[in-house]
Structure formats: structure tokens, C-alpha cells
């Protein structure tokens, strides 16, 4: 990072990148849901096996409907090249399913577990396609190789935070608690990406339009 502060044209301006808070936003945005649907996916998947006690293909398929519900949402957006309402809708449905794991129960109904992660789908799919567009809406057309590579960095980021979270949380055993620990941690990740979609005024409306004719 010193370096690229003292090059003349920089591979990664970090000072252009400081100044445009949009796309900050969107980057930090894009690594929490990233961290909140890495940890459903591989979390709820080491629960399911420790404690209701299903078989790794079992759980493997219980998670299925998760990514096919993923692409399903995906689709729509992508044609429509909607930004705020599914990057929205997605940090609605990461809060409700968080919320929602603090019930899941060893002992408990497997449809609340599919539920869950059926949000997440929804999460998975809304965010991934609003985000992008928000980034290729507010990152400079000649720089946008660059921003695209930031991107996936901050995904990547998300995703080790969520290993590192059920690593720390599951280090010893899996149990209920241990699930409902990392739920609390999501409801807190969620609530911050529902405050941080709201109050974007870069995503309000004209917010983008702004950024693309700039």
C-alpha cells in the first residue's frame, strides 16, 4: 500500500479508492454478506451432521436448494440490472435467517434448518447480482479491472471471517449453542448491512444514475 502511495500512476490508487465512498461501501458490504453466507453454508452443514446426526450426503443435500434458489434469483435482477431493491431485499433475509438460527435445535423440525438457508439463497443470489452492478456503476471506467479484483478480495475476506468464526466457535465440539453463538454474530452482521444499504445515498434513487453519468 506505501508503495502504491508513492508511484506516479498506481496499479491500486489508493487514494482514488479512499475518495470514492460508494464504492468502499459496496466492497465492505459485499465481504459481510459474503461472511454471513459462508457461514450458513459450511456452519449449518457441520451442525447438521454433529447434531441432528445426518449423514454428510444428507446434509450436503439439505443445502442443495439453497444454491439452485441462488441462481434462481440471480437471473431476474441480472436482466433488469436492479441494484438497491435486491442488495435490500438481501440484507432483509441474512437478518431474518439469523434471526431464524437462534431456534435451529438438534432435536428440532429439519424444515426450519432449510428455511434458513432458502434465505440465504435468496441473500446469495440478490446480493451478488446487486452488488456488482452497484461496483460497475461506481467504479471509474478506466480503472475497472481493478475494482473488479477488489471485489472479489473483499468476497475472499468474507469468506476466510467465516471460516475463522465457526473454526473458533466449533474448535472443540458442535452443538446447539455453539450454532446460536454464530447466529447472534450473523443477527449483528446482518443488522450492520440492513443500516448500510438504508442509509447509502448512493443507492437511493438517482444515486446511481448520478454515478453513471459521472
Do not use: K
Not at 83 to 94: D, K, S, Y
Not at 130 to 154: H, K, V, W
Not at 161 to 175: D, K, N, P, R, Y
Amino acid at each position: 500500500m506505501w508503495w502504491e502511495l508513492r508511484a506516479a500512476t498506481p496499479f491500486f490508487d489508493v487514494r482514488g479508492l479512499a475518495s470514492n465512498g460508494a464504492l468502499c461501501r459496496t466492497y465492505v458490504r459485499n465481504g459481510l454478506i459474503h461472511l454471513g453466507t459462508y457461514t450458513v453454508l459450511y456452519g449449518i452443514t457441520q451442525w447438521l451432521e454433529a447434531g441432528p446426526g445426518y449423514s454428510a450426503e444428507a446434509a450436503g443435500l439439505i443445502l442443495v436448494p439453497m444454491g439452485a434458489l441462488s441462481a434462481l434469483v440471480s437471473g431476474p435482477i441480472s436482466r433488469r440490472n436492479l441494484v438497491r431493491g435486491p442488495i435490500l431485499a438481501a440484507a432483509l433475509c441474512m437478518l431474518v435467517a439469523s434471526v431464524g438460527m437462534l431456534f435451529l435445535s438438534g432435536t428440532g423440525p429439519v424444515v426450519l434448518a432449510v428455511g434458513v438457508t432458502l434465505l440465504y439463497g435468496i441473500v446469495s443470489g440478490a446480493a451478488a447480482v446487486g452488488n456488482q452492478i452497484a461496483l460497475y456503476a461506481q467504479s471509474p471506467p478506466e480503472s475497472i479491472g481493478t475494482a473488479s479484483g477488489l471485489f472479489r478480495t473483499f468476497s475472499y475476506t468474507g469468506s476466510i471471517a467465516s471460516a475463522t468464526i465457526t473454526g473458533l466457535i466449533f474448535h472443540s465440539t458442535v452443538t446447539d449453542s455453539g450454532l446460536h453463538t454464530i447466529a447472534a454474530i450473523l443477527v449483528g452482521v446482518g443488522a450492520v448491512v440492513l443500516l448500510m444499504t438504508v442509509l447509502d445515498p448512493a443507492l437511493r434513487d438517482g444515486g446511481l444514475a448520478r454515478w453513471r453519468s459521472g
